[in-house]
């Protein structure tokens, strides 16, 4: 009984950790989807000085897609290392 209260422990913990980790990775989501795109006038006025682009339309075009990607290998690695935490990592 003793290792199954542990085990349920350790899968609440886990549970917790992941849910922090998906509402932040969500909330860094929602600010490059939504707010940046909000904000798009007053960025174009910045020009980046290497491609010639204004920001707005660079962050509307590829910025937030670059973050995307960016978010999805660190997001995997995030949670690849809190499933190793907790023991309940795939075998490699």
């Known amino acids: 009984m003793p290792d199954s ?13 992941t849910t922090r980790l998906m509402l932040t990775h969500l909330g860094i989501w929602f ?3 939504f707010i940046i ?9 910045i020009v980046i000085p290497i491609l010639g682009f204004p920001l707005g339309f ?10 995307f990607v960016v978010m ?6 995030q949670q690849d290392d809190i499933d ?3 023991g309940f990592a795939e075998d490699d």
């Open 31 to 33: 600010f490059f989807s």
């Open 58 to 67: 660079y962050m509307a075009a590829q910025g937030s897609l670059i973050v």
């Open 84 to 86: 190793r935490e907790f």
């Open 5 to 17: 209260a542990n085990l349920k422990q350790r899968e609440e913990a886990h549970w917790r950790k």
């Open 37 to 45: 795109h909000m904000f798009v006038t007053p960025l174009n006025k």
């Open 72 to 77: 999805l290998f660190i997001f995997a690695r």
